[in-house]
């Protein structure tokens, strides 16, 4: 699992500087904005993947919440949205990837 840090854009521009994905990432609450979120901009080029926001809740039984994953396509681009309520109470989001992950690469925008 690795925690990845946010860029914020700015009016000057902002250079991306994506990540190579893992199965399972992190984002600090730190870099998810209260009311709004941040973004994923997930690029593939040539391998498609699934990517799914974690849901942090649990019913009684402990059972995590239900996840829907969002198809990238093998070539193209997907905005994912990281809610707030996909923080958990250790204070991180987390995001996984399913599939090939070879030429998959995605920034973490905050707004």
Known sequence: MTLNAAQSVVTTG?????Y???????????????????VLR????????????????????????TVTAVACPATGVRYI???VA???????????FSGALTGVTYDIIKF
């Not at 498609?48 to 019913?59: K, S």
């Open 20 to 38: 190579t994905p893992t199965a399972s990432d992190t984002i600090s609450a730190n870099d998810i904005i209260p009311g709004g979120g941040c």
């Open 86 to 96: 996909a923080v958990s109470s250790a204070g991180i989001a987390t995001v996984t």
């Open 81 to 83: 949205l990281v809610p």
């Open 14 to 18: 902002t250079t991306p500087a994506p």
């Open 42 to 65: 997930v690029v593939t080029t040539g391998t498609a993947t699934n990517v799914a926001v974690l849901d942090p809740n649990v019913t009684t039984q402990g059972n995590p919440g």
